[in-house]
């Protein structure tokens, strides 16, 4: 919300002298998010002054119309040779003589750095510019230029204030909690508080208006009670709806980032902004019969404002007439009845609907509209004839007409009413707060406390603070009206032996591990729809297309939680090579969410709610928990282009389905676990012939290799794209818990290198473990160097050749001792896998 401190300053009694940077830290103090302070016009220089033009000549023979225009500028300002006066030639069209404009004389600068001098132009000399709004920066008009309202200045006098130059907006978010805010009599009640000044409530002031005459005014209803405990219809005949918005309101409303349209809808707006009761006009001439507010009805669509034809839900509240829906309640109105420049008579909505049901409404429809952004937050619960008469009184004043009346529907209103135990705010914060302090903040919030010396307190808040309802609210204002920098902050001291879990730091070796081997870390959206899926190629069985959807997700193209990480992994690398960036190794480590058997796509719809007045039971617990799906740890990675870059040394290795299934070993390495590394089944997206299956504890947790062509083609990846999924946390829960140290021998190391030729379908993984197992103790390390398949061996045979590393931690090995362990490495081979050494 941008707030105008010029604006503010109507309602609270700001320190003359007072920063803005000053404002805006004490707003931060109050709960408030400050973007950014905004001065108008901040690069406009030089001399402004108000001018009333005296005479116009329409210039002839151009392609546009062009004026050549006498402006009285004062006797200060005026040209030598014709004193008080100056010829100004000027595009605009839409001012006459007498107008008072905004003169922008030679050696000004207008926005932009646009620099005004006297030029000669379409034949004459022009001294100077009649200025419009965007060119002071004001605004994005440019259609004209600034007429000032008759009387606004003398002709002569400085235009920077007249128009609102040097004035300052403080862009501030409003948090979900802090919904009074958005208006300025929130705001300046927040500041008043913050100053210790005087505020003025310009929400519950009574406003004269003039006494109803004759005509009966439109008539109004209400069948849901629960969504709408309050509406009011005001009507007003006989308006002028020619009649201009005023200058300073069109002004306030530029100022807080909403364009001026017309006078109806302007007064709508700047009513809105400045007491945060939403209203809406409807041209009374276009309803037909009393207005109802109703729950919609099966087969009811509605055209809104947008222009957008919607279909309606037997939830959405309606504001309709005897035609069917003419308004979504709390939201926006429709087309068929907005006010338009023919709209003389009027009927003035203003209302309380239910924030919840605005709240479903407006996410139902992907609908937000500055109405719908006040009543889902919670609004003023008897704000609403008072904001409508002062629409009403403004209406009158500058666009005519005749008050007719007012027709209204209220629910009973009960006050809610809250105990407070006086020490509370004190014992929360750690701090002591004596009981004067405690009530007089209350009241400053406009709380009443029925009895100060009771305890515990009977609080009731204030009207527009729907959200006070437990007493754990008004602690919070306590703490809040006392600055949350009062409230100390000490660390809990942690327990000795206490701190991360094993499977915690498990987890963090696995990042360290990765990161080390050359990946980086990417958190990939955590959403997916059918078309990730489909482009993975997964078939429509697949237990990864169970999906559990959300209730109101981000987009419509990816409402499911994620199944597998691999669509995440995969858009975060093409995102990157579209990029540029070819050479790309990424990997994440997150929770993905597989359904449990019986489980439903939409989730519960009526789940259990334990109480919130102390732990929840153990059953209860178990209940909530056998709702939830599972939610496994899983790490997988990508990778394409180079595995090692090019340079003076020589060209780069490219990246392999061998690198990603490496990747699958580093992990098992960092969490201390033996991974099995087999050819087996093949699922979506991987290459059948270029896949691994990966198996702990005789399980298959996950697979490694390159993807299919065709996935990398749907997907939008490079061919030959690899990667690794796996589930990391049925890795973790694998370890032993202990963990076995190696002793370093200070002996020296015996290499033997063996070349077994076996059946090109034997895998390599199988002939290393026979070469482990037949090798005995002494073996330290065995490593695969080499893969050879060509005219040297036999058709259907591959070579594999191993690295064998001997060494005994009390001595240096023999020869003969070496040549044993090796035999039996090989011998083991040739019995397992049918194997024969390689001369």
């Known amino acids: 919300m941008r707030v105008p401190l010029s604006w503010l300053r109507e309602y609270v009694d700001l320190p003359y002298d007072v920063d803005v940077e000053?404002?805006?830290?004490?707003?931060?103090?109050?709960?408030?998010?400050l973007e950014e302070i905004h001065s108008v016009g901040g690069d406009v220089t030089?001399?402004?002054?108000?001018?009333?033009?005296?005479?116009?000549?329409?210039?002839?023979?151009?392609?546009?119309?062009?004026?050549?225009?006498?402006?009285?500028?004062?006797?200060?300002?005026?040209?030598?040779?014709?004193?008080?006066?100056?010829?100004?030639?000027?595009?605009?069209?839409?001012?006459?003589?007498?107008?008072?404009?905004?003169?922008a004389l030679p050696g000004a600068v207008l926005a932009g750095g646009f620099a005004i001098a006297s030029r000669e132009t379409y034949g004459h000399v022009s001294d100077g510019m009649i200025a419009s709004e965007r060119e002071l920066g004001l605004g994005d008009d440019h259609d004209g230029i600034i007429v000032l309202p008759v009387g606004t200045a003398e002709v002569g006098?400085?235009?920077?204030?007249?128009?609102?130059?040097?004035?300052?907006?403080?862009?501030?978010?409003?948090?979900?909690?802090?919904?009074?805010?958005?208006?300025?009599?929130?705001?300046?009640?927040?500041?008043?508080?913050?100053?210790?000044?005087?505020?003025?409530?310009?929400?519950?002031?009574?406003?004269?208006?003039?006494?109803?005459?004759?005509?009966?005014?439109?008539e109004c209803a209400v069948e849901d009670l629960e969504g709408c405990d309050l509406f009011t219809l005001r009507t007003i005949v006989g308006f002028d709806p020619s009649a201009p918005t005023?200058?300073?309101?069109?002004?306030?409303?530029?100022?807080?980032?909403?364009?001026?349209?017309?006078?109806?809808?302007?007064?709508?707006?700047?009513?809105?902004?400045?007491?945060?009761?939403?209203?809406h006009a409807f041209d009374r001439g276009k309803l037909r019969g009393p207005i109802v507010v109703r729950r919609a009805r099966a087969g009811e669509t509605l055209e809104t404002l947008d222009h957008v034809e919607r279909t309606l839900d037997a939830a959405d509240l309606l504001i309709t007439d005897d035609r069917g829906p003419i308004g979504l309640a709390?939201?926006?109105?429709?087309?068929?009845?907005?006010?338009?420049?023919?709209?003389?008579?009027?009927?003035?909505?203003?209302?309380?609907?239910?924030?919840?049901?605005?709240?479903?409404?407006?996410?139902?429809?992907?609908?937000?509209?500055?109405?719908?952004?006040?009543?889902?937050?919670?609004?003023?619960?008897?704000?609403?004839?008072?904001?409508?008469?002062?629409?009403?009184?403004?209406?009158?004043?500058?666009?005519?007409?005749?008050?007719?009346?007012?027709?209204?529907?209220?629910?009973?209103?009960?006050?809610?009413?809250?105990?407070?135990?006086?020490?509370?705010?004190g014992r929360v914060a750690g701090i002591p707060i004596d009981r004067d302090t405690v009530v007089s903040r209350l009241e400053a919030v406009g709380a009443s406390v029925a009895d100060p010396a009771a305890d515990p307190l009977v609080v009731t808040p204030p009207s527009w603070r729907p959200d006070l309802t437990d007493p754990a609210d008004l602690v919070e204002e306590v703490l809040?009206?006392?600055?949350?920098?009062?409230?100390?902050?000490?660390?809990?001291?942690?327990?000795?032996?206490?701190?991360?879990?094993?499977?915690?730091?498990?987890?963090?070796?696995?990042?360290?591990?990765?990161?080390?081997?050359?990946?980086?870390?990417?958190?990939?959206?955590?959403?997916?729809?059918?078309?990730?899926?489909?482009?993975?190629?997964?078939?429509?069985?697949?237990?990864?297309?169970?999906?559990?959807?959300?209730?109101?997700?981000?987009?419509?193209?990816?409402?499911a939680?994620?199944?597998?990480?691999?669509?995440?992994?995969?858009?975060?690398?093409?995102?990157?090579?579209?990029?540029?960036?070819?050479?790309?190794?990424?990997?994440?480590?997150?929770?993905?969410?597989?359904?449990?058997?019986?489980?439903?796509?939409?989730?519960?719809?009526?789940?259990?709610?334990?109480?919130?007045?102390?732990?929840?039971?153990?059953?209860?617990?178990?209940?909530?928990?056998?709702?939830?799906?599972?939610?496994?740890?899983?790490?997988?990675?990508?990778?394409?282009?180079?595995?090692?870059?090019?340079?003076?040394?020589?060209p780069g290795e490219a990246s392999s389905w061998a690198d990603a299934i490496e990747a699958a070993r580093v992990v098992a390495a960092a969490v201390g676990v033996e991974l099995e590394v087999r050819r087996g089944s093949t699922p979506a997206p991987w290459h059948p012939g270029r896949c691994a299956e990966l198996v702990v504890g005789g399980e298959v947790v996950g697979y490694a290799g390159e993807l299919a062509p065709r996935a990398c083609e749907s997907?939008?990846?490079?061919?030959?794209?690899?990667?690794?999924?796996?589930?990391?946390?049925?890795?973790?829960?694998?370890?032993?818990?202990?963990?076995?140290?190696?002793?370093?021998?200070?002996?020296?190391?015996?290499?033997?290198?063996?070349?077994?030729?076996?059946?090109?379908?034997?895998?390599a993984v199988a002939v290393e473990a026979a070469l482990v197992a037949g090798a005995g103790p002494l073996l330290e390390s065995v490593r695969l160097f080499d893969v050879y398949t060509g005219e040297q061996v036999a058709a259907g045979s591959k070579s594999l050749a191993y690295a064998l590393r001997f060494r005994a931690p009390d001595r240096t090995l023999t020869v003969e001792e070496v040549s044993a362990a090796r035999d039996g490495a090989v011998a083991a081979a040739v019995a397992a896998v049918g194997a024969v050494q390689r001369a």
């Open 157 to 218: 006098a400085d235009a920077a204030p007249v128009v609102g130059l040097g004035d300052h907006v403080l862009d501030v978010t409003v948090t979900p909690d802090m919904g009074f805010c958005l208006s300025m009599r929130g705001v300046a009640r927040e500041l008043a508080h913050r100053y210790g000044v005087a505020f003025r409530d310009p929400g519950l002031e009574l406003v004269d208006l003039p006494a109803p005459g004759t005509g009966e005014p439109h």
């Open 22 to 33: 000053d404002v805006g830290e004490r707003m931060i103090d109050s709960g408030l998010e």
């Open 46 to 103: 030089g001399p402004l002054v108000v001018g009333r033009v005296l005479d116009i000549e329409e210039l002839t023979g151009f392609k546009k119309s062009i004026r050549w225009c006498q402006v009285e500028v004062g006797p200060a300002h005026g040209h030598p040779d014709t004193p008080g006066v100056r010829g100004i030639v000027c595009g605009a069209s839409n001012f006459v003589v007498g107008d008072l404009v905004v003169v």
């Open 561 to 650: 939680m994620r199944t597998t990480l691999l669509p995440g992994l995969v858009a975060t690398l093409r995102r990157n090579v579209g990029r540029g960036t070819t050479d790309v190794a990424i990997f994440e480590a997150g929770s993905v969410v597989r359904l449990r058997a019986g489980q439903s796509a939409r989730g519960v719809t009526d789940p259990p709610r334990p109480s919130v007045d102390g732990r929840p039971s153990d059953p209860d617990l178990a209940a909530l928990h056998a709702l939830l799906p599972d939610q496994p740890l899983h790490v997988g990675v990508a990778l394409t282009g180079a595995r090692t870059p090019a340079g003076w040394w020589g």
């Open 330 to 425: 709390g939201t926006m109105g429709g087309l068929e009845t907005e006010v338009d420049g023919a709209t003389t008579d009027i009927a003035l909505e203003a209302a309380h609907f239910s924030a919840p049901v605005v709240a479903h409404m407006s996410r139902r429809h992907k609908l937000s509209s500055e109405a719908s952004r006040r009543f889902e937050r919670g609004t003023d619960v008897v704000l609403a004839p008072y904001a409508s008469a002062r629409a009403a009184a403004l209406l009158l004043a500058h666009g005519g007409g005749r008050y007719v009346g007012m027709t209204a529907v209220e629910a009973p209103h009960e006050p809610v009413t809250v105990g407070l135990a006086v020490d509370l705010p």
């Open 246 to 279: 005023p200058y300073w309101m069109r002004r306030r409303l530029t100022m807080s980032g909403m364009r001026p349209v017309s006078l109806a809808v302007d007064v709508t707006n700047y009513v809105m902004l400045e007491t945060g009761q939403a209203l």
């Open 715 to 763: 997907a939008g990846v490079p061919p030959r794209t690899a990667a690794m999924e796996l589930d990391l946390g049925a890795v973790i829960a694998s370890m032993s818990g202990v963990v076995t140290a190696h002793g370093l021998s200070s002996y020296p190391v015996a290499k033997e290198d063996v070349a077994l030729v076996v059946d090109v379908g034997v895998p």
């Open 480 to 559: 809040r009206l006392g600055g949350y920098d009062a409230v100390p902050a000490t660390l809990p001291r942690a327990r000795a032996g206490f701190g991360l879990t094993e499977a915690q730091r498990a987890r963090r070796r696995v990042g360290r591990a990765l990161a080390a081997a050359g990946y980086v870390e990417a958190l990939a959206y955590p959403f997916l729809g059918d078309a990730e899926l489909d482009a993975l190629g997964l078939p429509a069985d697949d237990e990864r297309r169970r999906t559990l959807l959300l209730a109101n997700p981000l987009s419509d193209a990816q409402p």
